[in-house]
């Protein structure tokens, strides 16, 4: 009989709450609080050791409960003093190492989770879970014959055969090449946006997690520094951490005066800080719009000019009384290359502008 929470959150899918975890003296996770609905996928991000694997290890029930309680659909799976064993948790795990069984065929991998059902429906899943993933045609191959990406979508298949309503996967693309990395990810996404389990992708690349999350926990230090989506993150980060994790920022230090930051790109808004305090200006490349208009905050000497592919990467001197200027990357939507040692307009676009206590 499943263990009910009584009057506490029941709200569909899987909640984690107050979940801590120590090995030894050492605090791995502090009070995690994460909640993912059926369909929904949740990305982890965050540094290496910083506890991303201990805590999907938790929730597929790999590692015993310490302190906290992880719960499906208000039923709980673990508390302390109760855990639910793995295999009743309906819970599918899919690591970056495939760990395919290499003495049973592809087909035979994809069916091990499928026990229960009789040998029809059994060899029906199979063949529809391999053709989800590309590779129907190589059902009787052996795992040591295919390739680093096949293999990858075996163990895909394998772990969506049973239909888990939990499915953890921690770094599943980190062991290929780039272009097979993205070709995974994007036949994942799709397979897990079709399904209706709660899923959790575990990364330290923040474009990944951009590209595959519904919903982003950025985890440091065991602890969940902020929860939303990933324009939430991207656009209101809760500290410079968070600013940081999306790729590389300008910093400008500066003093808040009557809600505003004087710096040598014009005046940030900082209305929610106290006068005086000295902040962080964190500035995207991509809030250093260039132009040749009147009107710009700032003039900036090139340094030099990059064409990226889809964008322009310009290396932006402005004059702030020390030798040499302050040096800027600005960012720019497809083929600008201004004139090296020419000078250039600057404006601000405050959305990708964040302002922290120092
Ligand atoms: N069984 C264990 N016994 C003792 N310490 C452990 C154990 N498993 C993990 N740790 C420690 O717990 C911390 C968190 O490990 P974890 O594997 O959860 O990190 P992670 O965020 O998944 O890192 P990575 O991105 O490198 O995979 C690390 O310091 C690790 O050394
Ligand atoms: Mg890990």
Sequence with gaps: MDKQIEGANTEAGLTVSGLCHRFGAKQILRNINLHVAPGQILCLLGPSGCGKTTALRLIAGLEELQAGRISWNGNVLADVGHNVPPEKRAVS?????????????????????????DSRERDSRVHEVLDQVGM???????????????????ALARARAPRPRIFLLDEPFSNLDTRLRNQLRELCLHILKKSRSASIIVTHDPEEAMLMADKLAVVRDG??????????????????????????VNKITGRVMDGHVLTPLGRICARELSNGIEVDVLVRPEALKVSEAADTTAVANVITTRLLGGSSLLHLSIPNGEDGGLHLHSRVPGRVLPTEGSSIGVSLDQQNIFVFPK
């Design 93 to 117: 795990l899919l690591f970056q190492d495939f760990a395919l069984f290499p003495h049973l065929t592809v087909a035979e991998n994809v069916a091990f989770g499928l026990k229960k059902l």
């Design 136 to 154: 129907f045609q190589f059902a009787n191959s052996y795992p040591h014959l295919l390739s680093g990406g096949e293999q990858q979508r075996i």
């Design 223 to 248: 602890e969940v520094i902020q929860v939303g989506s990933p324009e939430e993150l991207y656009f209101r980060p809760f500290n410079a951490f968070v600013a940081g994790l999306f790729g590389e």
